[in-house]
């Protein structure tokens, strides 16, 4: 019988929480044992399987690493706030005092982002559109301090407290569960003063899939989120399949006769890196100089799929297939196996790489020297190396999920998700490809594209609405 996208993501979610607790507990032989006992292997396999590995998963966290989550949040306790810094996307413009006054101004929060707590995509996204909107003057990107808002500039002692009015436009642009009493009494004030209020949201995994994210704020996200929403006018998704499962949380979520939230999406862009302001490392010069490297591009994590693309590239160098396999992405969370896989892999240095620090200079020459971009993920908000690729004309090869056929149409080779034979093949056939042959068409959308995308939504959402302006819902 065919399997359908839901089997295949619970039976690969199980998958990660055996590795998981094999790798914790190598003195423990009782998880071997049970997995050769077929009534075990059939409860596990069954809709309470996913449920039984978070358990454990859970007591060998609580165990294995209580003391390190311990001084991590002693750590956090006791340390003083860092002085205000200089960013990168803090670009010379004038203040916004000095600007033309608007009768409607669309600010960006992105507070999470300047205090170094947002990494990976959240962070890029944050970053890119604040530089879009220092470039244009569509949009302010503010951050919080001292329980007020601040313009984000060059010279952070130049930049004085904000106040909103009525009809601008708030959005939270990062992790609102990074900050949420900050968050929160900023919404407040936000609703106080007659101004519309948004969320932006780039998934909610940590409510549908939390197996598959990261353990020290899937609580907090799920325990924050129906607060968060139930204070915004607007919950914004990166994606229309984000905003679908925005939407359906939503409908499970808010019952009786309450107001919620609208909804919607914008589209992200992909002219992140600028190849002309530094060169790659040698080692990555190295690495893409030959033909047949192929790579990917996210955080080692278990919704990456990255032990469907290892599994892929093991059936092709036992058959002798002479190809190179590069990861670019920091370690993430609940990928001790998988890491233990990579740097034991007999093939780790010659023909596997794994690099957690690339730089933008390190990728943007992958992206224009690799075989293939791979991205074998189970679940995304987006996927945004995606659209990057896009944006030099290489092969994709991608799983075929909902969100990558979203943002790709007619672009990707896609594959069943968990589908390693098939990955094997594609990558083997693109392997034979004639290294002179015509590269794709190059296809961009620009982050101010993306901003205006964004800045569209939410002017069309907010136009109608008055005082009372959340939807009415009777479910």
């Given at each position: 019988m065919q399997k359908t996208y839901e089997d295949l993501l619970q039976q690969y979610q199980l998958r990660v929480a055996l590795n998981e607790l094999r790798i914790c507990d190598r003195e423990s032989a009782e998880i071997l044992v049970l997995k050769n006992r077929p009534d075990v292997m059939r409860l596990l396999r069954s809709s309470i399987g996913v449920s039984l590995a978070t358990f454990y998963q859970h007591q060998v966290w609580e165990l294995r690493e209580a003391r390190e989550s311990a001084a991590k949040f002693l750590f956090k306790f006791l340390s003083k706030p860092e002085p205000e810094k200089k960013h990168d996307f803090a670009i010379e413009c004038p203040p916004y005092r000095d600007r033309k006054p608007k009768d409607r101004s669309i600010y960006l929060d992105v507070t999470a982002t300047l205090r170094g707590h947002t990494a990976g995509g959240i962070k890029r996204v944050a970053t890119q559109l604040s530089k879009a909107a220092l470039?244009?003057?569509?949009?302010?990107?503010?951050?919080?301090?001292?329980?007020?808002?601040?313009?984000?500039?060059?010279?952070?002692?130049?930049?004085?407290?904000?106040?909103?009015?009525?009809?601008?436009?708030?959005?939270?642009?990062?992790?609102?569960?990074?900050?949420?009493?900050?968050?929160?009494?900023?919404?407040?004030?936000?609703?106080?003063?007659?101004?519309?209020?948004?969320?932006?949201?780039?998934?909610?995994?940590p409510v549908e899939l939390p197996l598959l994210v990261n353990p020290d704020y899937a609580d907090t996200f799920a325990a924050l989120l129906p607060q968060f929403i139930?204070?915004?006018?607007?919950?914004?998704?990166?994606?229309?399949?984000?905003?679908?499962?925005?939407?359906?949380?939503?409908?499970?979520?808010?019952?009786?006769?309450?107001?919620?939230?609208?909804?919607?999406?914008?589209?992200?862009?992909?002219?992140?890196?600028?190849?002309?302001?530094?060169?790659?490392?040698?080692?990555?010069?190295?690495?893409?100089s030959r033909e047949r490297t192929f790579f990917s591009v996210g955080t080692v994590e278990p919704k990456k799929g990255y032990d469907v693309t290892l599994d892929a590239f093991d059936l092709l160098w036992q058959k002798g297939v002479d190809v190179r396999y590069v990861v670019f992405g920091r370690y993430g969370w609940n990928a001790k196996a998988l890491k233990s896989r990579i740097t034991s892999h007999p093939k780790y240095g010659t023909q596997l790489h794994w690099l957690e620090d690339g730089s933008d200079a390190d990728i943007s020459y992958a992206y224009s020297r690799g075989a293939a971009l791979i991205q074998s993920s189970v679940a995304e908000g987006f996927g945004l190396p995606i659209i990057e690729a896009e944006s030099y004309g290489i092969p994709i090869i991608a799983s075929d999920i909902l969100i990558f056929r979203e943002i790709n149409p007619g672009r990707c080779t896609f594959f069943e998700v968990c589908d390693f034979l098939k990955l094997a093949d594609i990558i083997d056939s693109i392997s034979n490809q004639r290294s002179d042959a015509a590269p794709l068409s190059k296809r961009t959308r620009s982050w101010d594209d993306s901003l205006v995308s964004l800045i569209n939504s939410l002017l069309t959402l907010t136009s109608n609405m008055g005082a009372s302006s959340r939807e009415e819902s009777s479910i």
């Open positions: 470039r244009s003057g569509l949009a302010v990107p503010v951050y919080l301090k001292g329980g007020q808002l601040w313009e984000v500039h060059r010279d952070m002692d130049a930049s004085i407290p904000l106040t909103l009015k009525k009809n601008d436009i708030y959005t939270i642009m990062d992790e609102f569960w990074s900050l949420p009493d900050e968050h929160l009494n900023a919404l407040a004030a936000a609703n106080k003063s007659g101004a519309k209020t948004a969320l932006c949201l780039h998934d909610i995994f139930s204070t915004v006018d607007i919950c914004m998704g990166v994606s229309k399949v984000t905003e679908k499962d925005i939407r359906a949380y939503i409908e499970r979520t808010i019952k009786g006769i309450e107001r919620r939230p609208k909804t919607s999406s914008f589209n992200i862009g992909s002219d992140a890196f600028d190849i002309n302001i530094e060169e790659p490392r040698a080692e990555v010069a190295e690495l893409f």
